[in-house]
């Protein structure tokens, strides 16, 4: 064997070995020898390929035992396993339509994939070594944020509903699963969030909501929702002991409409319909469209049928404007039917039905007005209605006129006081009595402009009675029990004793017993508030309200005035006899002034003065009667000498 030989053979087997081992490492093999020129040339010239090829040969076709002998097989496969899985882990963590949020064990982003970008809006520079508490909503409390972070301790997984900001600050929902991944030492080294967008879903919910309690044309409630909402309102009303209504308003000859121009002009009319009706309640009511030309109205609060019967006056008073439609003026009218919970149905269903039986009614009648279930009460109401709008007008005209009935000292029998009490003058019907349009006035909410301007006149009128040199200690003027409801009935007093000039020690408020125990602890609160303004106050007609006496001892009131009912038995009734002494006993225990209304004999006054009652007022001693009649000196004797 020549030396070249030996270089050609000791090179081949060099190269043979590096060429195996580069395989053996890389799974491939590179001859990088056969690009060696002056290599390549020495073994054409001493048959080096031969050698080469034979090498080459050889090992490669031992490799397999080779690999075995050494024991690198198992461990090449498994890398190359390895690696096809990461690939496919990458493929997969890039092209999935979930987000994925990587974390290092201190919570600092590491990873995100192109749908978190897709998602959030942020890109991975913007977000990597930042907490994912960059992405919190604030929709979620600290409880929320806790728990989360308990489970993933305690369970190694959280998997939940989550609202999260976009960079672009759009709050959204997302379903997010995170998990803690551990590493060999058993410590959790990363964690793993994966999310979706909920966004669309709950869109679509949404839209399928809307699409079913919603009408697509007017976009008001449709019969769905509204027997829903009638319902609940029906439970709640049951539950507080009030009374709620529905009304169903149909348009009258609506297929007329219909017929004559076509229906998609009568789409547009509907349309206005549901508009104007919704002005005109804005969002204190559920308006709903029934289905074709019906809509209907849900009042919650309806105590009396009054209210129900306003409204629906309201909506036939809002037909009288026409509609313009494409040009057009439509002249339409409706009719309405009224059916109140609990006098007329105890369920939602049974109120609906008979809505829709008064409607039935209304249709009948002539169509153009209102109908209640219950047809005695339709006429009542219409009366009561009309008399509400006329009163409405009558404050405007000022035909409301202050009577006032002399107060008698029983002991001098002379005027101590006088009582305010309201008159209407109608124009026709000529002097109306407060008893008539009182409850008109509460419960269409007049009340409060009627009795804020009898305070008004009789504190002016005292004052004037003041300045003339009148012998008058007070003016007592009634507050509605509406009105002591109302929260803020001292500031108003106040307000009209400073623009009146009246001090206030000669003016008396009269409350019923009943408006105190309508809300016993608000009244309480309020009498003093007025209390410490320094008027005085009477608890009228007394004996009516069933009052607590220890209800009582903690109201600051001066006066008891016993109701005339009782005074109307004496000195006969021994029932009467036995209340009136003891309300005149329990007045003195408690140092109030005692009062007794409706005296309309001198038996009555000389009883109750015998009784040890201070004061009297009733038709015996004179009527309510206008400021100038009033006989300051007139001191009627009933036979018993004063003591
Ligand atoms: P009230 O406060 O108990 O007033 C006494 C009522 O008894 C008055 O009726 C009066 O005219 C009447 N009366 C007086 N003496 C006699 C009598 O000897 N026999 C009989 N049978 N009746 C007598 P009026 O003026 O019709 O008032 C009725 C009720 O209307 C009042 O009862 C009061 O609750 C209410 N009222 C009157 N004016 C006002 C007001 O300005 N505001 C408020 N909220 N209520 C008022
Ligand atoms: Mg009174
Ligand atoms: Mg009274």
Not at 304 to 314: D, N, R, S, T, V
């Amino acid at each position: 064997m020549t030396d070249l030989t030996r270089k050609a053979l000791g090179a081949s087997i060099f190269y043979g070995w590096l060429t195996f081992l580069w395989w053996l490492i890389f799974g491939y093999a590179v001859p990088v020898w056969l690009t060696d020129p002056v290599l390549l040339h020495q073994w054409q010239q001493t048959s080096g390929y031969l050698w080469v090829a034979l090498t080459v040969l050889v090992l490669f076709s031992y490799r397999g035992c080779l690999l075995r002998w050494l024991g690198t097989d198992e461990l090449l496969r498994r890398q190359h396993e390895d690696y096809d899985r990461l690939r496919i882990a990458a493929a997969v963590f890039d092209s999935t339509r979930e987000g994925v949020l990587v974390t290092n064990e201190k919570g600092q982003i590491i990873h995100v994939n192109r749908a978190f970008v897709d998602i959030t809006g942020y890109q991975p520079e913007e977000v990597l070594g930042f907490n994912p508490s960059k992405f919190k909503s604030g929709r979620h409390d600290t409880a929320f944020y806790t728990r989360m972070y308990q489970a993933i301790s305690q369970d190694g997984h959280w998997a939940g509903e989550i609202w999260n900001r976009r960079k672009s600050g759009e709050v959204y929902p997302q379903w997010q699963s995170i998990r803690g991944l551990t590493g060999r030492s058993g410590q959790v080294k990363h964690f793993v969030a994966v999310f979706s967008d909920l966004s669309a879903i709950k869109r679509s919910e949404q839209e399928r909501l809307q699409l079913a309690h919603f009408d697509a044309l007017t976009g008001l409630p449709n019969r769905l929702l509204f027997t829903e909402r009638t319902t609940e309102a029906v439970a709640a009303a049951q539950a507080v002991k009030r009374g709620c209504a529905v009304l169903l308003i149909d348009l009258d000859h609506f297929k007329n409409i219909n017929d004559s121009l076509g229906h998609s002009l009568g789409d547009l009319v509907l349309r206005s319909v549901a508009e104007r009706l919704s002005g005109l309640f804005a969002s204190k009511l559920t308006l709903a469209r029934m289905g074709g030309d019906e809509f209907a109205l849900l009042l919650k609060d309806c105590p009396q049928m009054i209210q129900a019967a306003g409204l629906a006056q309201q909506v036939l008073d809002a037909f009288n404007a026409p509609f313009l439609i494409e040009g057009q003026q439509l002249f339409l009218t409706t009719s309405i039917g009224i059916s109140l919970f609990p006098n007329d149905a105890l369920s939602a269903e049974q109120l609906l039905r008979n809505a829709d039986a008064a409607l039935f009614k209304a249709k009948r009648r002539g169509r153009e007005c209102y109908a209640l279930y219950t047809e005695e009460l339709t006429l009542h109401a219409q009366q009561r209605v009309e008399l509400a709008s006329e009163l409405r007008r009558a404050i405007e005209q000022q035909e409301l006129r202050v009577y006032y009935q002399p107060v008698h000292d029983l002991t001098t029998r002379r005027i101590s006081g006088v009582e305010a009490l309201v008159r209407w003058e109608h124009p026709e019907r000529g002097m109306v009595s407060p008893g008539e349009f009182i409850p008109v006035a509460e419960q269409s909410g007049l009340i409060a402009d009627i009795d804020d301007w009898v305070l008004r006149a009789a504190c002016t009128q005292m004052r004037q009675w003041q300045a003339d040199g009148v012998p008058v200690s007070f003016v007592a003027v009634n507050i509605s029990s509406r009105q002591f409801s109302s929260g803020d009935l001292d500031l108003q007093v106040a307000k009209v004793l400073q623009q009146t000039g009246l001090a206030p020690a000669y003016l008396e408020l009269e409350v019923t017993e009943s408006a105190v125990m309508s809300d016993p602890e608000q009244a309480i609160e309020q009498l003093h508030r007025l209390r410490e303004l320094g008027l005085s106050l009477a608890i009228d007609d007394f004996g009516t309200g069933y009052s607590s006496l220890l209800r009582l001892k903690r109201m600051p009131v001066q006066k008891l005035k016993i109701d005339q009912g009782f005074v109307a038995g004496l000195p006969a009734d021994d029932d009467d006899i036995a209340i009136v002494q003891a309300i005149i006993a329990l007045a003195r225990s408690m140092s109030m002034q005692v009062l007794a209304e409706g005296i309309e004999s001198a038996e009555q006054a000389a009883f109750l003065y015998d009784s040890g009652c201070q004061l009297g007022q009733g038709y015996w001693f004179a009527r309510p009667m206008p400021a100038a009649q009033i006989d300051w000196y007139k001191a009627p004797d009933f036979g018993l000498t004063p003591v």
